[in-house]
């Protein structure tokens, strides 16, 4: 609060009965988190009840602007740590936040798709997950609403995560590290405390 340094973020992801299930911690250099702010590459380790690591999440260094379609995001999900089982890939779009969750062959499983303008008052911004051929919706990712005080004065964010009972438990863990990505991409609090507002910035 008082030096603006931007500090490791940390995270903690419960079931639907509230109880913590993980535990997550960023794992980046104080200089790439202060020079690079919400767009800097990213190690997130997701670690169990017992303390130990279960899932990996790794962010390489890439651009957020329509302008640079040859390097968009990109966060590569390990489970067990070392062992890749997906992908979230941002999609070039004018003017939509798009992504395709892809499996450790690199084969196309799900869309993402988010709203145009990513800032809202008083309601969840949501981004709804979509069979491959983007006809029928399958489950969402959203923003929660905290409500004024704790939107206005803080930087914690809450989200919820909603997938189909039979989906691959690999596929779970790719559906976290979407989270995460957007998380970073659209709601990360830069050094002045303002919000993002897009990925375009």
Same mark, same amino acid.
């Given at each position: @609060? ?20 993980? =535990? ?17 590459? =990213? ?26 379609? $040859? ?13 890749? @089982? ?8 004018? $003017?939509?936040?798009? =992504? ?21 008052? %008083? ?12 006809? $029928?919706?399958v489950g969402r990712i ?35 590290? #979407? %989270? ?9 609090? #830069? ?11």
């Open positions: @609060v008082l030096t603006g340094f931007e500090t490791n973020n940390k995270y903690e992801i419960k079931n639907t009965l509230g109880q913590r299930v993980y =535990f997550a911690a960023e794992d980046t250099e104080c200089c790439t988190r202060n020079c690079c702010g919400p767009s800097r590459p =990213f190690t997130l380790r997701i670690i169990d009840n017992l303390g130990h690591e279960v899932i990996t999440l790794q962010r390489p260094l890439r651009c957020s602007s329509c302008c640079f379609p $040859c390097c968009l995001q990109e966060l590569e999900v390990q489970a067990p740590p070392g062992t890749p @089982v997906g992908y979230i890939v941002q999609n070039w779009h004018p $003017c939509l936040p798009k =992504f395709t969750i892809q499996d450790e062959k690199r084969m196309d499983i799900l869309k993402i798709a988010g709203p145009c303008v990513v800032c809202s008052c %008083c309601e969840d911004i949501n981004f709804e997950v979509k069979s491959v051929d983007e006809t $029928c919706t959203s923003k929660q609403w905290t409500g004024l005080l704790k939107e206005a004065v803080t930087d914690a964010d809450n989200f919820g995560i909603t997938f189909p009972m039979d989906l691959d438990v690999k596929m779970k863990a790719v559906m976290i590290g #979407a %989270c995460f990505l957007i998380d970073f991409m659209f709601f990360e609090h #830069a050094g002045d405390k303002q919000q993002r507002a897009g990925v375009w910035q």
